[in-house]
């Protein structure tokens, strides 16, 4: 189970983040070693091989823009980089937030970047363009394949999802009972009727014989320290690409759209893109700032194909407001450093948006307000305290507890809907607030590391559903800048100090920001404001999806993006309070 959990849309602190981050370049290019496209490398780990795909952009200056992806763990998601260079002989990259990085020189001979990856200990990685690298084929293996292990009085739903592409065969296991989704399954092996893989983050092997039909896996589940269970997967459906989005918007549009760009003076080095939105008419219409949730986000807030932030943006639009909405700094078509930010970053990053947006002649500046989601809804207090140039607030799935009680409540609400029993919830509650008060109460990010790697034992990491070589990984994403910040921050801050507007929302089946406690401290640190709502939706999640349990892994498979009435509320209310 993961420990630590972002208040983000998608969601889990074990869950590598997505950044494209700046980085510049060297030397004098190669003619035959253009550094932009993709770099495949193999890196060779106890646990088994694991692809790494970097990719190198180009941009305007002669400096370069990374991504890095891990196929095999995490397929689709980026590894944030604090730092990317290349040139024609060198590679180099650092990950700030998991105490990595990778240095490698370029050799002619092999025609590759040949150097080693750091991380707790050094590992041999070289990398080469990907058409140069043989890639893992099974055949006859693609579908969406489901399963059921029975223990004694517990019993786990599994997806196994296999799709082959030009990256070779890729596999994920979704734990669908414990709310697992997306989760990485490495040495896949077909040799006849013989099927198996590994599933490492949770010390899992499977060895199984696939029947005559070529539609059912028997075989057993082997992990260690538990007796070996018997699980049969059977190949339900196909892999469909492009899932449906019947609420994605689709043009003519009518309304103009314009692709911007602003600077945060604030920040050196931070210039903020994305698209404003302005309703058709005379003008000046009121606005919204639309702030993300944590991770690394596009302006529209896409995760798993859905793009809320383009449909909320969209229905605002087409009723009369404006609005405004950004990539993150330091991902997508956005400069700076995220890696190395926290929310009083993102808080300034969205000052800058509001008065960059006041500046133009079609706004209402009396009317500008922001809209955040998530974290996004810890960032708009902060920016709108004693803030007269801030007009109103809708706070969707926003925290009303400290970070630390945030990630408790979450962590075990997330236990629960997997499945764990009273004893375990019973030892996580205990356990959980020692990992975040530890963090928290630290001086600095090198007492934090010390402290937390003292206290995650093997027996520990045991108790949470990790691994001893899981340990650097959850001590780098636990004291990182950002996930300290967020610990000691407390709402009841800011929140008396709003006098504008306020709509506060939340699913009742949110599983991250849950309703309970959270509604309960917004109610009371918005008591004194005469003009607030705050309000629980029945049947929605986090993402503010129609929803039946609130698990992540419902997220993609449902086909709505958001609540059709949750769009009309927050529509109506700030027009009730704004329209002409």
């Known amino acids: 189970m993961p420990i630590i959990q972002h208040i983000s849309p998608w969601l889990t602190g074990l869950m590598i983040l997505l950044l494209v981050a700046m980085g510049s370049a060297s030397g004098d290019e190669r003619p035959n070693v253009p550094p932009s496209g993709d770099w495949l490398g193999v890196l060779t780990t106890p646990g088994g091989e694991l692809r790494l795909l970097v990719t190198a952009t180009e941009q305007p200056d002669g400096s370069y823009r990374g991504q890095l992806e891990s196929l095999d763990q995490a397929p689709g998601q980026k590894i944030p980089m604090s730092e990317f260079a290349i040139d024609g002989d060198t590679m180099r990259f650092a990950i700030a937030a998991m105490g990595a990085s990778y240095t490698g020189n370029w050799n002619d001979e092999t025609q590759r970047y040949e150097g080693e990856f750091s991380q707790g200990m050094s590992l041999p990685l070289a990398f080469a363009r990907p058409e140069a690298i043989e890639v893992t084929v099974i055949d006859g293996m693609d579908g969406v394949w489901e399963g059921l292990l029975v223990r004694g009085d517990t019993e786990l739903a599994f997806t196994l999802n296999i799709e082959t592409g030009e990256d070779g065969t890729i596999v994920t296991l979704d734990s669908v009972t414990q709310a697992a989704y997306g989760i990485p399954v490495t040495d896949v092996m077909r040799d006849g009727a013989a099927f198996g893989f590994r599933v490492p983050a949770a010390n899992v092997t499977y060895r199984g014989t696939l029947n005559a039909a070529g539609n059912r896996l028997t075989g057993q589940w082997i992990r260690p320290g538990f007796p070996d269970a018997e699980v049969s997967f059977e190949r339900t459906a196909e892999i469909v690409t492009g899932p449906h989005r019947p609420q994605e918007p689709v043009g003519p549009f ?22 404003l939105t302005i309703p058709a008419g005379d003008g000046p219409f009121p606005a919204a700032i639309l702030i993300s949730g944590s991770g690394p986000q596009d302006r529209d807030e896409t995760v798993w194909t859905h793009r809320p932030f383009a449909v909320l943006a969209d229905h605002l639009t ?58 996004g809804g810890l960032i708009a207090p902060i920016v709108a305290a004693d803030n007269d140039a801030v007009a109103f607030l809708v706070l969707l799935a926003g925290p009303g507890t400290t970070g630390e ?84 921050h407390d709402p009841a801050d800011y929140l008396p100090r709003l006098d504008q507007p306020v709509l ?21 640190g918005l008591m004194g404001n005469p003009d607030a709502i705050v309000r629980e939706l029945d049947g929605l999640n986090h993402m503010f999806q129609t929803a039946q349990t609130g698990t992540i892994a419902e997220y993609a498979e449902i086909e709505e993006t958001f609540a059709p009435h949750a769009l009309e509320l927050i529509t109506d209310w700030i027009t009730a309070r704004f329209a002409d």
Not at 329 to 351: H, I, K, L, W, Y
Not at 352 to 365: D, K, Y
Not at 416 to 434: F, K, M, N
Request: without cysteine; glycine residues 8%.
């Open 254 to 275: 009518p309304y103009a759209i314009e692709p911007i760009r602003f600077d945060n003076p604030e920040a050196e080095g931070v210039t903020l893109a994305g698209t």
């Open 318 to 375: 087409r009723n009369g407001i404006a609005v405004l909405r950004y990539d993150d700094r330091g991902f997508a078509e956005s400069t700076g450093d995220f890696a190395a930010s926290t929310s009083m970053d993102s808080a300034s990053d969205t000052e800058a948006a509001l008065a960059w947006l006041r500046t133009r002649p079609e706004i209402a500046t009396s009317a500008i307000g922001l809209i955040g989601h998530s974290e």
């Open 405 to 488: 009680q945030i990630i408790l409540d979450q962590s075990l609400a997330a236990a629960r809907a997997g499945g764990r029993s009273e004893e375990d919830l019973d030892v996580l509650a205990q356990l959980i607030p020692q990992i975040t008060g530890t963090v928290s109460a630290a001086a600095n990010e090198t007492e934090a590391r010390t402290a937390l790697t003292a206290l995650l034992s093997d027996e520990t990491l045991a108790l949470l559903g990790a691994t001893p070589a899981q340990r650097e990984l959850l001590v780098g994403q636990n004291v990182r800048p950002w996930q300290r910040n967020f610990l000691q």
């Open 504 to 524: 506060a929302l939340n699913g009742s089946l949110d599983l991250q920001i849950v309703p309970g406690p959270n509604l309960a401290g917004l109610e009371a």
